[in-house]
Structure formats: C-alpha cells, structure tokens
C-alpha cells in the first residue's frame, strides 16, 4: 500500500501564491507518476499537475504558465506551486501516485487539501 502524505494548501487572495507538498511512502513500490488533481465545488476532478520520474510533465490548460511542477525522485516527492492565483482555483487539491507495486500497477490518492482564492 503507498500512502500519500500532504501539506500546504490554504486561504490567499487573488494572485498570490502557495505552495503545496506531497511525499508517498510504503515498502517495495515504484513510482511512475506523481502529480495533484483539484475538484472545485460542483465540478468533477480535474488534473492540475503531473510529473513523471522521467521529467515529463502535463499541466490543465487553465494553469500554464502560472503552476510549476517538481518531483524528487529520491524521496518520491512532489511539489506543485501556484503562482498568480485566480478565484477559479478554489477547489480540494488531491495528490496522485501511479506506478507499481509488487508486480502490480497501483493508484493512490492523499486526503485532499482545501486551496481557496478569495480577497
């Protein structure tokens, strides 16, 4: 079982900026893919964010150029931090882990952190 541990996450005003944290941990699992999906109220989830172990990285359309990615492979590690953010922002961000483990592929989600854009 891989768990998910999240940090960060918070209150700030139009075009601020945070910073959110997630660290994956467990015994004999790899990593292929680790990134954060955000559901705003009413909304279904979306992808914000992911990275790969091999650098390859995706972003929604709504937040290029404003979020960055980074993974650390070492600590199986991913931050995402958001730049000039928007009310559109709000949501519950979840962190994501795909990869393996024993033999067989797996995903795993973290409980979610409230981000909410408001002046």
């Known amino acids: 079982q891989v768990q998910l541990v999240e940090s960060g996450g918070g209150l700030v005003q139009p075009g601020g900026f945070l910073s959110l944290s997630c660290t994956a941990s467990?015994?004999?699992?790899?990593?292929?893919?680790l990134g954060w999906y955000r559901q705003a109220p009413g909304k279904q989830r979306e992808l914000a964010a992911t990275?790969?172990?091999?650098?390859?990285?995706n972003f929604a359309d709504s937040v290029k150029g404003r979020f960055t990615i980074c993974g650390d492979n070492t600590k199986n590690i991913v931050q995402l931090q958001m730049n000039s953010q928007k009310a559109e922002d709000t949501a519950v961000y979840s962190c994501?882990?795909?990869?393996?483990?024993?033999?067989?592929?797996?995903?795993?989600w973290g409980q979610g952190t409230q981000v909410t854009i408001s002046s």
């Open positions: 994501c882990a795909d990869g393996w483990i024993y033999n067989s592929d797996y995903r795993s």
């Open positions: 467990g015994s004999s699992f790899r990593v292929n893919t």
């Open positions: 990275v790969t172990t091999g650098g390859r990285k």
